[in-house]
């Protein structure tokens, strides 16, 4: 797992709008009149209508789709009591997984107070301004008091995540790692390290499931749990033995399963080793878990291991549970979250692992395949499925237990709604990620003495998607690492100018003069051209000494371009290099092109373009549904464009009948499915969400994306240079250093597909 630097995290949470979740209005609010329908008087007729039918208030507000996400501090991550301001932080990142993966709002609340009564009363007292309740970072034993009586005295979804979500998430997990291990869940012997509230939870749904009780052994930080102590409390007490078995290793010896919910290292690789076979390990203490998953694995080959941790297999992670539990009892408004919902979560994430794969999945984790066994036995967060597979299980099972309050829609509309909710931008950016921290890179900074550079290079670094290397002038490089406090330790550093490059520019020259010696260059020409960092970079990566380079944010586009295509070059069989810009839209990325290199193509080259584009989205793993636009709809208006764009679309499809593309089409009717069905019905492009845009010229392109980054808010990522024979990829002047480390990931996984990782 990446180390997340103090300075790193207070920026992310500070810069810009502080925090991490805004309120946008959701009804147009342009003029006069659209206020007057949205306060006064207009507001006066919702109002009347749900004085008179109170579930009304679902139709003509936000609660039926929004999640209060409470706290009072007492219990934050494993910080401890730190108060309910200091708990604000975790409360709005909860809101931003509800929104993320499951398009739920939420509202943050921090209740200053340690009294379980005055903190149940509060709630209570909100209640009606909310869909659901999310209770977070409360410590225990009084969790568990305010859950239980807040269930019993509202009537709208309630869980204690902490508890809960952990429960549902690891028992999924128990019962595939048993078909595995080809035990049956009556029968083994299971030893739990910690008795919080995540681990009774987690012990009393294992029961549910058909655990024995007796065959239960628990410790908290006394001992083992048995019937003859006197300082247990009730809940503690359920689980209580009759008999001590010892201490946590005499436990260990013969068990089927641990579950640890403790503390870091306090199981020995001894005491896996001496578990029965096939033993069943759940270490999910945090950061550290109670053994690594090394030294597990070393213990006993036969081991099935989940951590909580990401860099490891069988991550029991709640993001798996919590936002798509809350979907499903949402969307048929569900009175509570009862244990039918949480078993049928628990099957349904269970058998989701049994199924196929989505490439998309196995890509975005960098893997090779992905099939259920010993290191796939929960699904991974990124897999698209979970959002109905476990959505569509609760709200079903809310509805046969008769806590519903809405019908279950049919299956596949349900499952479409749901796929609606969400787009495909998150998903695509953090699959990137994922990518290319399965295999970083050597990636080559031109512009070392930058300090979004540095910056950007830095965290590339800590995240473990890239290793860089800087060119610049080292003694700048080191003041500029030492004034900004940027840890860059171990970074090699060249300087294309002195003499202890004289080697490498002599050598770089050589091969850049026998390649361009007819055309026009000298020797001397040659090697001097290697002192300009742009030109060195671009050789290191030719030359194999980094894998892909990165370049633009002090020079224009034109002059970091020439390197690359004079250096590096088009791949094989590339006709037209291109760049490409993904902007991050509401409804999925938005793929633009070209963007950055071909003022005025042919439409010849349009077909070239469109190739490229198509083929970068395909190894993204999304298929690309393109529109060529113009300013005419099939033949409707006149002129150079119209006619070019035409024509690229009919050389396209009778080509490449394969590909999803049509045109010339204006802007509007190719985002706008319904009006391309209703006027241009024969277009391959009806029913399909067009995701790719081919521009006729430079200018629109260019102009079309600038104007979505600073008027729509979208986020983009970009220039993607596409065609290029290795991973060769120019910044904009400017830009931040979150747009550098996307496109160092870009490159990054670029570098990848083209295998330029040489040693």
């Not at 706290?71 to 730190?82: M, R, V």
């Not at 090697?527 to 671009?538: K, Q």
Request: hydrophobic share 40%; glycine share 8%.
């Amino acid at each position: 797992m990446e180390a997340i630097k103090k300075k790193d995290a207070l920026d992310y949470h500070s810069q810009g709008r502080p925090g991490k979740l805004e309120i946008i209005p959701t009804k147009p609010h342009s003029s006069q009149r659209d206020l007057a329908l949205a306060y006064s008087p207009g507001v006066a007729e919702p109002v009347l209508a749900i004085a008179e039918n109170p579930d009304d208030v679902y139709k003509y507000t936000a609660k039926g789709n929004l999640v209060g996400v409470i706290s009072n501090g007492t219990a934050i991550l494993g910080l401890g009591n730190l108060g309910p301001a200091a708990s604000k932080p975790v409360m709005e990142g909860k809101g931003m997984l509800f929104k993320i993966f499951a398009d739920i709002d939420s509202i943050d609340i921090e209740v200053d107070t340690s009294d379980v009564e005055d903190f149940i009363k509060t709630v209570k007292n909100i209640a009606v301004t909310f869909g659901g309740i999310n209770l977070e970072d409360i410590k225990a034993p009084e969790a568990f008091e305010i859950e239980e009586r807040l269930k019993a005295e509202l009537d709208i979804p309630i869980m204690h995540d902490d508890q809960h979500g952990t429960a549902i998430i690891s028992s999924a997990a128990l019962i595939n790692a048993l078909e595995i291990a080809e035990k049956k869940i009556g029968d083994v012997r299971i030893v739990v390290s910690g008795a919080g509230a995540a681990a009774l939870s987690c012990v009393d749904m294992m029961i549910q499931l058909g655990a024995n009780p007796k065959n239960v052994y628990m410790y908290d930080s006394k001992g083992l749990i048995t019937s003859d102590r006197s300082d247990l409390d009730h809940r503690k007490q359920r689980f209580a033995i009759e008999h001590n078995i010892g201490s946590l290793v005499d436990a260990m010896n013969g068990a089927d399963v641990f579950l640890g919910l403790s503390q870091g290292n306090i199981v020995s690789q001894e005491m896996i080793a001496s578990m029965a076979s096939n033993p069943i390990v759940f270490a999910l203490a945090n950061p550290n878990p109670e053994i690594s998953y090394d030294d597990a694995m070393a213990a006993r080959p036969d081991v099935i291991m989940a951590t909580g941790r990401s860099d490891h297999p069988n991550q029991v992670n709640n993001v798996l549970g919590f936002p798509f539990i809350f979907r499903g009892a949402l969307d048929v408004r569900a009175r509570c979250i009862n244990n039918e919902m949480k078993v049928a979560a628990v099957h349904a994430l269970a058998a989701l692992a049994k199924e196929s794969v989505p490439e998309e999945v196995v890509q975005a984790y960098n893997l090779t395949s992905l099939t259920f066994g010993r290191d796939y036995i929960i699904p991974k967060p990124l897999d698209p499925r979970l959002i109905y597979v476990v959505s569509g299980a609760v709200a079903k099972a809310a509805v046969e237990s008769g806590v519903a309050r809405l019908p279950l829609k049919d299956e596949e509309v349900y499952k479409a709604e749901l796929l609606s909710r969400i787009g495909r931008d998150n998903a695509l950016s953090r699959g990137i990620a994922e990518r290319a921290r399965k295999s970083p890179k050597r990636v080559v900074f031109a512009e070392g003495e930058n300090v979004k550079i540095l910056k950007a290079a830095e965290a590339a670094k800590d995240e473990g998607c890239a290793i860089p290397i800087l060119l610049g002038d080292e003694k700048r490089i080191r003041e500029l690492i030492k004034e900004w406090d940027i840890d860059l330790e171990g970074v090699e550093i060249f300087d294309p100018r002195i003499e202890t490059n004289d080697c490498n520019r002599e050598r770089f020259g050589q091969i850049y003069f026998e390649r361009k010696q007819r055309r026009g260059i000298t020797y001397t020409d040659a090697v001097r051209s290697m002192r300009e960092r742009n030109y060195f970079g671009a050789m290191m990566v030719e030359t194999g000494m980094a894998d892909a380079m990165i370049s633009g944010m002090t020079r224009n586009y034109s002059k970091v371009i020439r390197p690359g295509l004079q250096v590096i070059g088009p791949a094989q069989g590339v006709k037209k290099v291109c760049g490409m810009y993904i902007v991050q839209t509401l409804k999925g990325p938005l793929f633009i092109a070209d963007t950055t290199v071909n003022e005025d193509p042919t439409a010849e080259d349009i077909v070239e373009i469109t190739l490229r584009v198509a083929e970068a989205i395909s190894l993204m793993k999304i298929t690309p549904r393109i529109a060529l636009l113009s300013y005419s709809n099939f033949g409707s208006a006149k002129g150079k464009d119209p006619q070019k764009m035409a024509k690229a679309a009919e050389i396209l499809q009778r080509d490449y009948p394969h590909l999803l593309v049509d045109g010339e089409l204006q802007a509007n009717f190719a985002l706008n499915n319904e009006m391309m069905k209703e006027n241009f019905p024969f277009s391959k492009l009806v029913g399909h969400q067009v995701n790719t845009l081919i521009f006729p010229n430079l200018s629109a392109g260019n102009i079309a994306y600038k104007l979505l980054q600073e008027s729509a808010g979208c986020e983009v990522i970009g220039p993607v240079l596409l065609g290029m024979n290795h991973s060769y990829h120019i910044l904009q002047m400017g830009c931040s250093v979150r747009e550098i480390i996307n496109m160092i990931r870009i490159a990054v996984v670029d570098a990848q597909f083209k295998g330029t990782g040489r040693a």
